[in-house]
């Protein structure tokens, strides 16, 4: 008999994640994980706990829509809940312009295919039923694309990510929900990026009829808890007119055990899925943060200290092509040119977590997700500043910090 290999306690480090995600989740969110008792998944105070949270969500999303909640997982469990109403030979528009837009659209060619279709090409079907627009990276999906697109096609479905972490680019939401409303589409909205992070609320774009979101980026949520969705009528009464081929990912089943029952709010939840009692108490955490600081106050934090950041990167001779405030998508000084994966790996194996783009053109991303203060900044600014010089650029890093503490001199004689 051979023994079994038994490893040593696992250590991970503390790093700055400087990335388009995860965000640093915050301590009281770690805490409340931490202190959370052992408690079943229907034990009354996790059952209050996922009422309120889903109470606080709404707020969070501005929406009075009842189909409101989290889905255990990632931001692709929520999409995956989002899309799960979109059925095989379906109409469908979908706009892609980067990575994970090009995901989502994959998504919906797998769900749209026909069964013929998936098996021609499993992991890739192109079923005809689906029209993928696609935007070139580094430019944003605009109003009249999304117009001329819908108007042609007449899909029953389009899908748009509303910030597009691959590239850093915002799309027209406005725009967006206009077309769907005049060509009567249902659009389904990627939120993971904007969540949390911008100031908008959903009930003012109509013409969206389904939303997802993630845990860890604008809701600072990591320990893996939940995604928010949110799914007006119509998407309901779709979805029960065609019912889908999914159980545990299913919007109307899944909403029950967040007291959702028959397009009601109910007092308390009935068993959909185990739910874990440390995620319910870090979510509900996170939210009741976020309110507390207010969507609108955490919009400004960000767009301020984004503004400082995109200063000094360029100032360093960086050239910044994303519009998103929790990220900086940049090309690198010119001399650097081609080198962005391996400046990014010699800044990742120093515990500076910054990251390249996934998809061509190789850019660099230095995301600032809850790390709102000038300490953070400061410090992703000056080692960003010493890996460009271990590189062989010239930067001058005291010219640089001076500025940046201008920006923050100023805020301050601002107020
Ligand atoms: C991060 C991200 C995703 C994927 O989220 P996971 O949490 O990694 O599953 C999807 N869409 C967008 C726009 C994102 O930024």
Same mark, same amino acid.
């Given at each position: 008999?051979?023994? =079994? ?33 052992? =408690?079943?998944?229907? #034990? ?42 979109? #059925? ?29 279709? +998936? ?8 079923? =005809? ?14 109003? /009249?694309?999304?117009? =001329? ?8 479905? $389009? ?18 929900? /206009? ?54 009528? %119509? ?19 899944? $909403? ?20 874990? $009692? ?6 509900? /955490? &996170?939210? %009741? ?8 106050? %955490?919009?400004?934090?960000? &767009?301020?200290?984004?503004? &400082? ?9 960086? /050239? ?8 900086? @998508?940049?090309?690198?000084?010119? $001399? ?32 600032? +997700? ?10 992703? @600014? ?12 010239? @930067? ?17 004689? &601002?107020?």
């Amino acid at each position: 008999m051979t023994e =079994a290999t038994i490893f040593p306690q696992l250590e991970i480090p503390n790093t700055l994640a400087a990335g388009p995600g995860p965000g640093n989740t915050d301590p009281r969110v770690l805490q409340r994980f931490a202190s959370a008792g052992v =408690a079943d998944h229907m #034990q009354p105070d996790v059952l209050r706990g996922m009422i309120e949270a889903k109470l606080m969500l709404r707020e969070v999303m501005g929406t009075k829509n009842v189909y409101t909640f989290g889905v255990a997982g990632t931001g692709w469990s929520g999409l995956d809940v989002l899309f799960s109403a979109v #059925q095989p030979g379906d109409k469908v528009v979908a706009f892609v312009n980067g990575t994970f837009s090009g995901i989502d659209g994959l998504t919906l060619r797998m769900k749209a295919a026909t069964a013929e279709e +998936l098996a021609a090409s499993p992991l890739d079907p192109k079923p =005809a039923s689906v029209v993928v627009v696609n935007v070139p990276h580094g430019q944003s999906v605009t109003g /009249e694309i999304v117009e =001329a697109a819908l108007a042609e096609h007449k899909p029953k479905w $389009a899908m748009m990510a509303h910030w597009e972490t691959g590239s850093g680019r915002i799309n027209d939401i406005q725009g967006f929900s /206009e077309a769907c409303q005049k060509h009567d589409v249902m659009g389904l909205i990627d939120a993971v990026s904007s969540l949390g992070v911008e100031d908008f609320r959903i009930d003012d774009y109509p013409g969206v009829a389904g939303w997802a979101s993630c845990p860890q980026k604008g809701i600072c949520c990591l320990p893996l808890t939940y995604a928010p969705v949110s799914f007006n009528d %119509r998407y309901i009464d779709s979805l029960r007119k065609t019912g889908t081929r999914t159980f545990v990912h299913h919007p109307i089943l899944e $909403a029950r055990h967040w007291g959702i029952i028959d397009g009601k709010d109910v007092e308390k939840g009935t068993y959909h899925r185990t739910h874990s $009692a440390y995620a319910v108490a870090a979510f509900h /955490e &996170a939210l %009741r943060i976020l309110l507390q600081q207010t969507v609108a106050g %955490r919009a400004k934090s960000y &767009a301020f200290h984004e503004a &400082a950041l995109r200063d000094a990167v360029t100032a360093m001779g960086c /050239e910044v092509t994303s519009n998103m405030t929790s990220l900086v @998508v940049l090309n690198l000084p010119g $001399a650097l040119a081609g080198r962005e994966a391996e400046l990014v790996q010699a800044c990742r194996a120093k515990g500076f977590g910054i990251w390249p783009t996934l998809s061509e053109p190789v850019q660099v991303r230095i995301g600032i +997700l809850n790390l709102l203060n000038q300490q953070s900044i400061t410090d992703i @600014v000056t080692r960003f500043a010493q890996a460009l010089k271990d590189f062989g650029a010239e @930067v001058d890093t005291d010219a640089v910090l001076k500025n940046l503490q201008k920006h923050y001199d100023t805020a301050v004689a &601002a107020e």
